[in-house]
């Protein structure tokens, strides 16, 4: 998961927010506006202001699963929440920063209902992105290379489809990501146990806790 810092919003590359949507793509789309929306089919094209980062197929299952580690260990420490917003009348989201904004290691965005139901939750753990954007290059070449850069691991939990992608991308090593159940990640101590982090950051940024 790509997401740009608040305070970098409103330069012309960052907006709209940089998030990692279910299917393994990062989609420069108005995820922070709208809900996240299916992959795009074969026939259909992004528009001009998206940028898509291709993410390796992810191998599938159980047995997938057991053999794969994460590359970027789980920050365990504090962290800051970054911003909150609604994505429609009926959800809430929450952006945490570990452990700032400024010295940002890992990004957790996490979406419930209004009743507190977990929707979403998305990871990021690695180095911040910093895309260099020249006069003749393009946002999506400069947030691909800088993606590429440095070695990431995500956790994203779509809970509305129970299903769970975990990826290593990036660093000049081969990607890996693996399609589990949501019930089978969502709380291995392996990735740092991710449903609980969902709940600490639910807790401290102001939004409902699912019981």
Not at 55 to 76: I, Q
Not at 156 to 171: C, F, H, K
Not at 182 to 192: F, H
Request: glycine share 6%.
């Amino acid at each position: 998961m790509i997401v740009i810092p608040p305070r970098a919003r409103n330069s012309r590359w960052a907006r709209p927010l940089i998030c990692l949507t279910t299917s393994g793509l990062v989609a420069a789309t108005a995820c922070a506006r709208a809900p996240i929306a299916p992959a795009p089919s074969p026939e259909s094209r992004p528009a001009a202001t998206d940028v898509f980062v291709a993410a390796p197929t992810p191998e599938r299952g159980r047995a997938a699963l057991s053999g794969f580690e994460p590359d970027v260990a789980a920050e365990e420490g504090s962290f800051v929440c970054t911003n909150r917003d609604h994505l429609s009348a009926t959800t809430t989201t929450v952006f945490a920063s570990f452990p700032s904004a400024a010295k940002l290691r890992a990004t957790v965005v996490v979406t419930v209902d209004s009743a507190g139901k977990l929707l979403r939750y998305a990871e990021r753990r690695g180095p911040q992105i910093n895309p260099t954007i020249g006069p003749n290059t393009s946002p999506s070449v400069a947030v691909a290379a800088a993606a590429d850069s440095v070695r990431s691991t995500t956790i994203t939990l779509d809970y509305e489809r129970g299903l769970a992608i975990v990826s290593n991308r990036g660093g000049g090593r081969p990607a890996q990501s693996v399609s589990a159940p949501v019930g089978a990640v969502a709380s291995l101590d392996r990735l740092g146990n991710p449903l609980a982090r969902a709940n600490r950051v639910l807790a401290q940024c102001g939004a409902k806790v699912p019981t």
